[in-house]
């Protein structure tokens, strides 16, 4: 099985706790690799994003990440405006694209009245679709970095779109904590990869072209079992001509699933 491989997530340590936790009880060792930090816009994202629910008077508020739940609820209580901001959602329709997203918002103690089965911008799209949303108005907080693929799917179905950027993000800067991946990955000792976002992508390949060529880089990854978290992550690697497997449930939990299985399928030959 997967008893003594070492397995990278690009997670930093407290965010890959989940998937600590699923390879540990396998007997795997697990280096988490802080890939992306986020770069705020500041204060000033409240204050935007409160004025966009009143302008566009939207009928579904759309979160896409954890991250930005975070984000937006920890800097409207720097500028005391959480209970504004709580408010101005709880009168739109919340929708969450997957169970980390729907657990940060009800901390926040924001009722969340849908989440997709499948955990990515189409499954947002098949929710809004069975709601027969046609003519509706969409707030989406996310990413400077993101795709337009939900914006244009959702404006295909004939909803009214407005994303607002609360953040962008770059290559994380202090990678002493790449140390024990980097020798591993020298001595070709690293039997898995799991990447969690295209941006985690990006930001993976300019962390490592700092000790390797592109070329030889890849040439490393084609000797591992690289699993991407959804299909966007794939698309991203597939750019660099990297072979990977893309999760059947877009979590963690279905990215341990797949090295579960091919790491099991490959024992079997």
Same mark, same amino acid.
């Given at each position: %099985?997967?008893?003594?491989?070492?397995?990278?997530?690009?997670?930093?340590?407290?965010?890959?706790?989940?998937?600590?936790?699923?390879?540990?009880?396998?007997?795997?060792?697990?280096?988490?690799?802080?890939?992306? =930090? *986020?770069?705020?816009?500041?204060?000033?994202?409240?204050?935007?994003?409160?004025? /966009? &629910?009143?302008?566009?008077?939207?009928?579904?508020?759309?979160?896409?990440?954890?991250?930005?739940?975070? &984000? *937006?609820?920890?800097?409207?209580?720097?500028?005391?405006?959480?209970?504004?901001?709580?408010?101005?959602?709880?009168?739109?329709?919340?929708? !969450?694209?997957?169970?980390?997203?729907?657990?940060? &918002?009800?901390?926040?103690?924001?009722?969340?009245?849908? %989440?997709?089965?499948?955990?990515?911008?189409?499954?947002?799209?098949?929710? @809004?679709?069975?709601?027969?949303?046609? #003519?509706?108005?969409?707030?989406?907080?996310?990413? #400077? !970095?993101?795709?337009?693929?939900l914006k244009k799917l959702l404006e295909k179905i004939g909803l009214h779109v407005y994303e607002l950027y609360l953040y962008d993000v770059c290559a994380f800067r202090d990678t002493s904590q790449w140390n024990e991946f980097r020798q591993l990955f020298s001595e070709n000792k690293i039997h898995g990869i799991v990447f969690t976002s295209a941006s985690s992508v990006r930001a993976f390949f300019?962390? %490592? =072209?700092?000790?390797?060529?592109?070329?030889?880089?890849?040439?490393?990854?084609?000797?591992? %079992?690289?699993?991407?978290?959804?299909?966007?992550? /794939?698309?991203? *690697?597939?750019?660099?001509?990297? =072979?990977?497997?893309?999760?059947?449930?877009?979590?963690? !939990? #279905?990215?341990?699933?797949?090295?579960?299985?091919?790491?099991? @399928?490959?024992?079997?030959?």
């Open positions: %099985m997967i008893q003594g491989k070492n397995i990278a997530i690009t997670r930093s340590k407290d965010d890959s706790k989940e998937f600590i936790d699923l390879m540990t009880a396998e007997k795997a060792n697990v280096l988490p690799l802080p890939t992306i =930090e *986020l770069v705020s816009k500041g204060k000033k994202i409240v204050e935007e994003f409160l004025s /966009a &629910l009143e302008k566009e008077n939207p009928d579904f508020s759309v979160f896409m990440s954890s991250k930005a739940v975070t &984000l *937006l609820f920890d800097t409207a209580k720097k500028i005391s405006k959480f209970e504004t901001l709580q408010l101005a959602i709880a009168n739109t329709i919340v929708i !969450a694209v997957g169970p980390k997203t729907k657990e940060a &918002l009800e901390k926040e103690k924001i009722k969340v009245a849908y %989440m997709p089965e499948r955990y990515s911008s189409v499954g947002i799209g098949e929710v @809004l679709s069975k709601l027969n949303a046609v #003519g509706k108005k969409v707030i989406v907080p996310r990413s #400077g !970095a993101s795709t337009p693929f300019e962390i %490592m =072209e700092k000790d390797y060529q592109q070329n030889n880089l890849i040439n490393f990854l084609h000797k591992i %079992m690289v699993v991407s978290i959804g299909p966007f992550t /794939a698309d991203e *690697l597939k750019k660099y001509n990297v =072979e990977n497997q893309i999760a059947d449930v877009h979590t963690v !939990a #279905g990215s341990f699933d797949v090295i579960l299985r091919e790491f099991s @399928l490959a024992e079997a030959i």
